[in-house]
C-alpha cells in the first residue's frame, strides 16, 4: 500500500493528452513539491519533473507538472508510442520523515 | 555529468547481511550540497526508498522497513554503501543508488538486483 495513491493504469491514443494523478495528504504533497519520474521495463526511473517543477535539460516541453491542494498531476501532450511506461510520483512526507511514491501508473499508446 | 554505479553479491541467503556500495564520478560526495540515497522495487512493483545520506555522514531511514539498514560514506573512493541486515525474501529486489533525497533524484545508477534465496 504506497503512501501516495496512483491510477494503476491509463491509455490513449498517439496524438492525445493524458493525465496521470497523484494523491497524497497535507503531510505530504500538501507541504512538499513533487517530482515525477518514468520507468522503462529494465531501466531506472528517469526524471521528468523535478522539485520545482521543472524539466530536466533533455525532456520534452510535453511533459508538464502540476499541484493543487493535496494532489498532482502529470501532463502528457501528443502521445507518441514511446511513450508507453510506468510513472511515478515521488515527496517527502514530513509526518514519516521520509521519501514517499506513488504505486505507479502504466500508460498505454493505444 | 554525474554517474552512479552500483556494486554486490547478486544472491544473499536468508538472515545474512547484504552490502551493496555506490560509486559516484562527476561530483564529490563529501562537499556537494546533495543527499545521497538508496532505493529499491521489488519485481513487478513500485519503487521504495530506503534512505538517505549527506556528505557529512548524517543519515536518515525510512522508518517502515523491516529490516534494520545503516548507510556511511567512504569519502576517500567517493563512494555510499548501504548494510541491510537479517535479510527475508522480501528484501528481494532491484536496488538503485542516486542522488537527492527529498523525492527528487535526478541521477540514479543502472541499478542492481539482489536475491535472496538459500
Known amino acids: 500500500q504506497s503512501v501516495l495513491t496512483q491510477p494503476p493504469s491509463v491509455s490513449a491514443a498517439p496524438g492525445q493528452k493524458v493525465s496521470i494523478s497523484c494523491s497524497g495528504t497535507s503531510s505530504n504533497i500538501g507541504s512538499n513539491y513533487v517530482s515525477w519520474y518514468q520507468q522503462i521495463p529494465g531501466t531506472a526511473p528517469k526524471l521528468l519533473i523535478d522539485?520545482?517543477?521543472k524539466r530536466p535539460s533533455g525532456i520534452p516541453d510535453r511533459f508538464s507538472g502540476s499541484k493543487s491542494g493535496t494532489s498532482a498531476t502529470l501532463d502528457i501532450t501528443g502521445l507518441q508510442t514511446g511513450d508507453e511506461a510506468h510513472y511515478y510520483c515521488?515527496?517527502?512526507?514530513?509526518?514519516?520523515?521520509?521519501?514517499?511514491f506513488g504505486g505507479g501508473t502504466h500508460l498505454t499508446v493505444l | 555529468q554525474v554517474q552512479l554505479q552500483e556494486s554486490g553479491p547478486g544472491l544473499v541467503k536468508p538472515s545474512q547481511t547484504l552490502s551493496l556500495t555506490c560509486t559516484v564520478s562527476g561530483a564529490s560526495i563529501s562537499s556537494s550540497p546533495y543527499y545521497w540515497s538508496w532505493i529499491r522495487q521489488p519485481a513487478g512493483k513500485g519503487l521504495e526508498w530506503i534512505g538517505r545520506?549527506?556528505?557529512?555522514?548524517?543519515?536518515n531511514y525510512n522508518p517502515s522497513l523491516q529490516s534494520p539498514v545503516s548507510l556511511s560514506v567512504d569519502a576517500s573512493n567517493n563512494q555510499f554503501s548501504l548494510k541491510l541486515t537479517s535479510l527475508t525474501a522480501a528484501d528481494t529486489a532491484v536496488y538503485y543508488c542516486?542522488?537527492?533525497?527529498?523525492?527528487?533524484?535526478?541521477?540514479w545508477g543502472q541499478g542492481t538486483l539482489v536475491t535472496v534465496s538459500s
Open positions: 545520506i549527506y556528505g557529512s555522514g548524517s543519515t
Open positions: 515521488g515527496t517527502w512526507d514530513n509526518g514519516l520523515a521520509a521519501v514517499v
Open positions: 522539485d520545482k517543477n
Open positions: 542516486a542522488r537527492g533525497g527529498r523525492g527528487h533524484f535526478h541521477y
